[in-house]
């Protein structure tokens, strides 16, 4: 345990007043590390206040850059800072707050490769991640490492917030055993997100990690807060491990929680090859598979019909003609792609725009919106 110096009292001094943290208490926060994947809507509340409290060291990663669309929730970043780095945005905000405190970060994305390594050596893990395989691997990673990590999640006007693998706990697999069908979880980007609540339940998240760090308190062990903004209401799920398959590995958990549009029996086209060979002569359908209010933001030149990916079999679309679907950055897309595929048509005859509208912002035209 490190010592406190007259600064860090100064600094700490109403933490310091509160019998249940105490010189003692702070003095475990100041040698705590903790792993937060993700500098993003959830990252960045958890990792003010983490940073503001005084925890020693922070190890932050995140592969992805500012978009403007963030700052309508990301709290970390500025205007100033679109286009550059998340987490090297996040350390510069972090440093100002609190200078007294280390930052680790990695520009990259958390994988099956690097997860073990990466994660090794902290003592709690806060999960701001946006998509459920890399929650898969990080619920893997710390049941093998025997590490805590705080779950939370939000949509729309809606979130979730729990504390996995803690002291013998249940673990994320024992509330989801399985994953969903792709289609049938929506992304913020597709259903939107009020731009307070990643505050609330990222501030939940930093609570939780920093009563795990001092063993005060009941943390959400074995409990799902459920939380909804609009009628501002919050009640606690309960649930227990169930008999399953130890963990003793990492696997590909992008192939196990959704079909790989990379691996798929369609064509990925990139937007420079697709306009070439439109000016050649090649007159696919093109199909925006977004919706509308997507579309009311950005929709790319010569779209012929806006399909959300979710009702693409219900569209009625042409057998004996090619079809380009696109979506935001390709992944609703390559799902209607596949989906047709699944239900009979031709598979030559199907393409997915790889990367999307942003692929067409850095390929084609840097006056598209990214969002």
Same mark, same amino acid.
């Given at each position: 345990m490190?010592?406190?110096?007259? =600064? !860090?009292?100064?600094?700490?001094?109403?933490?310091?007043?509160? /019998?249940?943290? @105490?010189?003692?208490?702070?003095? &475990?926060?100041? @040698?705590? &590390? *903790?792993?937060?994947? #993700?500098? #993003? @809507?959830l990252g960045s509340p958890a990792l003010l206040y983490l940073a503001a409290a005084g925890v020693g060291h922070l190890t932050i990663i995140d592969d992805d850059t500012i978009e403007r669309s963030n700052l309508q929730r990301q709290i970390l970043h500025a205007d100033e800072d679109v286009g550059s780095s998340k987490v090297d945005s996040a350390m510069q905000r972090l440093q100002q707050l609190n200078p007294a405190i280390t930052i680790d970060v990695h520009a990259i994305r958390l994988t099956s490769e690097n997860a073990l390594d990466l994660l090794s050596g902290h003592d709690i893990v806060v999960d701001g991640t946006d998509n459920i395989p890399t929650r898969y691997l990080v619920s893997d990673a710390c049941e093998l490492l025997n590490i805590p990590w705080v779950y939370g999640s939000i949509y729309q006007f809606g979130g979730q917030v729990s504390v996995f693998n803690l002291n013998g706990g249940p673990n994320y697999r024992d509330l989801f055993p399985t994953p969903p069908p792709p289609e049938s979880v929506p992304s913020c980007e597709e259903g939107g997100v009020l731009g307070i609540l990643p505050g609330v339940i990222g501030s939940i998240q930093a609570t939780e990690a920093i009563k795990v760090l001092l063993s005060i #308190?009941? /943390?959400?062990?074995?409990?799902?807060? *459920?939380?909804?903004?609009?009628?501002?209401?919050?009640?606690?799920? %309960?649930?227990?491990?169930?008999?399953r398959d130890e963990i003793t590995e990492l696997i590909d958990y992008e192939g196990f929680c959704q079909p790989n549009p990379t691996s798929m029996p369609f064509g990925e086209i990139r937007p420079t090859?697709?306009?070439?060979?439109?000016? =050649?002569?090649?007159? /696919?359908?093109? $199909?925006?598979?977004?919706? !509308?209010?997507? =579309? @009311?933001?950005?929709?790319?030149?010569?779209?012929?019909?806006?399909? /959300?990916?979710?009702? $693409?079999? $219900?569209?009625d679309l042409p057998k004996d003609r090619d079809i380009v679907c696109y979506c935001r950055t390709g992944d609703r897309s390559g799902m209607a792609a596949y =989906?047709?595929?699944?239900?009979?048509? !031709?598979?030559? &005859?199907?393409? %997915?725009?790889?990367? #999307?509208?942003h692929a067409w912002h850095a390929e084609i035209d840097p006056a598209v919106p990214k969002y």
């Open positions: 490190e010592d406190l110096t007259p =600064a !860090d009292k100064a600094r700490y001094a109403r933490h310091l007043s509160l /019998p249940q943290i @105490g010189e003692e208490g702070q003095a &475990r926060l100041k @040698g705590s &590390r *903790v792993f937060a994947v #993700g500098a #993003g @809507g #308190g009941e /943390p959400l062990r074995g409990r799902l807060l *459920v939380y909804d903004a609009l009628d501002m209401s919050m009640r606690t799920l %309960n649930f227990s491990a169930i008999e090859e697709y306009l070439a060979r439109r000016d =050649a002569g090649w007159n /696919p359908l093109f $199909i925006d598979t977004r919706n !509308d209010i997507e =579309a @009311g933001i950005v929709t790319l030149p010569d779209t012929d019909a806006l399909i /959300p990916h979710m009702d $693409i079999l $219900i569209a =989906a047709l595929v699944q239900s009979g048509y !031709d598979k030559t &005859r199907l393409y %997915n725009l790889a990367g #999307g509208i």
